[in-house]
């Protein structure tokens, strides 16, 4: 059986940073949506214009679209080991969408929901500093995670960073209403099957991912 461990919680709570870690540290293979949308806006297509406006607007793409991406992912060799889900589901019909997809095929199995508690004040800061190497993605933050040199990537030593153009106050008030209005339903949806597990994420990086340790291995 492939497990498929869901990461669920609104704009800045630490899912992305913790997928990372976890997934090198269990061999989970990170499946995020929004890293997935990022890449298609980089690639200048029509389609990754149409996205980057929605994604700027803080709104969400539509169900279809991210359900498509995700069927194909899921159907790469790779995620034999096992996937973490870090941004999907994020609406219903997208929780449906995949228990179907799982359901067809014998191999997935939803090992657990795992909710990322966290207050709405805390968020904004922490969605503020945050930016990323341009070269190899790896995650930083202004006060809780700087790069070890100054301006030099830990991971590849590069010097070039970025901040994601939807970090911004405005938007990130869009993101969180589509958070409760969209994706808050799904704590529910999982608890009623029995999979939801709930950490506290204002604590440090460390002990978060010794909790979620406890949870998927
Ligand atoms: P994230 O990197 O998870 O914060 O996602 C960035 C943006 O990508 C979101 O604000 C949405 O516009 C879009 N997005 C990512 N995942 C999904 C999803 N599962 N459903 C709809 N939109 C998504």
């Known amino acids: 059986m492939t497990d498929v461990v869901i990461f669920l919680g609104p704009p800045g709570c630490g899912k992305g940073t913790q997928a990372d870690v976890i997934s090198d540290k269990t061999g989970l293979v990170k499946l995020s ?12 297509s029509d389609l990754g214009k149409k996205l980057k406006s ?7 793409v539509s169900d279809e679209i991210i359900v498509a991406i995700i069927k194909e992912r899921l159907n790469q060799s790779d995620c034999s ?3 973490i889900l870090d941004g999907f589901p994020r609406t219903l019909p997208q929780a449906e969408a995949l228990g179907e997809m799982l359901s067809d095929s014998s191999d997935y199995i939803i090992k657990s929901a795992i ?23 790896a995650g930083y933050h202004d006060h809780f995670k700087k790069p070890v040199k100054e301006g030099v990537c830990d991971n590849c030593g590069s010097r070039e960073f970025t901040r994601r153009s939807d970090d911004n106050e405005a938007t990130v008030k869009s993101r969180l209403q589509a958070f409760y209005d969209s994706t808050e339903p799904l704590y529910q949806y999982y608890h009623a099957q029995g999979l939801l597990a709930i950490i506290d994420a204002d604590r440090p990086i460390d ?11």
């Not at 949506?33 to 200048?44: E, F, I, Q």
């Not at 002990?207 to 291995?217: D, N, P, Q, R, S």
Request: net charge positive; proline share 0%.
């Open 33 to 44: 949506t929004g890293d997935m949308l990022r890449s298609a806006v980089k690639s200048g």
């Open 54 to 60: 929605v994604m700027d607007a803080g709104e969400l």
């Open 81 to 83: 080991k096992g996937v």
């Open 115 to 137: 909710k990322f508690d966290i207050a709405d004040e805390i968020l904004v800061g922490r969605i503020a500093g945050r930016f990323s190497c341009s070269n190899c993605g």
């Open 207 to 217: 002990e978060v991912t010794a909790k979620i340790l406890g949870i998927v291995k």
